[in-house]
C-alpha cells in the first residue's frame, strides 16, 4: 500500500471523528478536501507505475 493513501485514509479518519462526533469547526472540512485529493492523487499514482512496468519498461516498448 501506498503511503499517500495511507494518509489520505487517516485525514478521512480524523475528518470523520472531528467533524461528525466531536461537531468541530468549519476548517476541520479541510481535512477532507486534503484527505480526498490525496487518496485521488495516491490511486493515479500507483496506477501509472503499474503501467509502466516493474522493470522500466514503458508502453511501446517490444520485449526482445
Known sequence: ????????LVLLLIW?????????????HLLLTVGVSLLIYGIV???SQRAEGV??????DRPR
Do not use: F
Request: positive net charge; without cysteine; hydrophobic residues 55%.
Open 1 to 8: 500500500m501506498n503511503w499517500g493513501v495511507v494518509g489520505a
Open 16 to 28: 470523520a471523528i472531528a467533524a461528525l462526533v466531536l461537531e468541530g469547526p468549519g476548517w476541520v
Open 45 to 47: 499514482m500507483r496506477s
Open 55 to 60: 522493470g522500466g519498461a514503458k508502453r511501446g
